[in-house]
């Protein structure tokens, strides 16, 4: 199976096929045609308003902990518009400045819900959640986290200096004709950080052309760069 790297990040992007490292009973699987995602230009984009947040200490494993109430927000999408209901959560892992390979980094893992507010019928209820992770520099880090607590008066982090980068599933009644689609698709998204004022992201939905297989289940993995 021939490979091709990517002199600027490294990565390894391998085509079809097999080698002479995969094992006679492995063959057939390496060379079956898988089909790729596909990343849509634009689903749709939130804006989450936030509570300062809440430094819990290190826990259990050392590293520290963030805990960040949701108060409301806003999302306008291609299959509808409406509001970031209060109650949501944002539990944060952060890594200890030590780590060795990602000091400071965050570990996100939010859930909240949306309630439509363009349905003649009323509104709807969809729930969110998302796992991600937001990466960069320690010192910027570090500025980007003093940036989100009360009486922060320095200069917050540019969108340049750091990643926020998250994937997001969608659940609502499976019996909405309307959004019922939403609970078996998936997207991965970006993010920004405005301080106190919350977060906004964009997540992009991904899709792949369905096929029919009798063999054991074979994944193709793809790495997207944002």
Known sequence: ???RGSASTGIRLYTAGS???TP???RDAMELRIPRPTVSTHSFRLVCDLEPVRALGQGLHADG?????????H????????VVMPGGQDSQHVLSLDHPSAPYSAQLSTRYLLQTTSDEDG??????QTRGWRTGPPEVMERLAASAREGFTGVAPT???YKFRLFLEMECDARDT???????AMWVGSGIRLGRQGIVVEPLQLSTTPTWSNNPIHLHIVKFQM
Do not use: C, R
Request: no cysteine; proline share 5%.
């Open 159 to 161: 969108v340049e200096e």
């Open 24 to 26: 006679e009973t492995h």
């Open 178 to 184: 309307k959004y019922g689609w939403l609970n078996t």
């Open 1 to 3: 199976m021939p490979s």
């Open 65 to 73: 902990g963030h805990w960040i109430n949701f108060t409301g927000g």
């Open 123 to 128: 509104p709807h209820y969809i729930q969110v």
């Open 75 to 82: 999302f306008e999408a291609s299959w509808g518009t409406g």
């Open 19 to 21: 080698t002479d490292k």
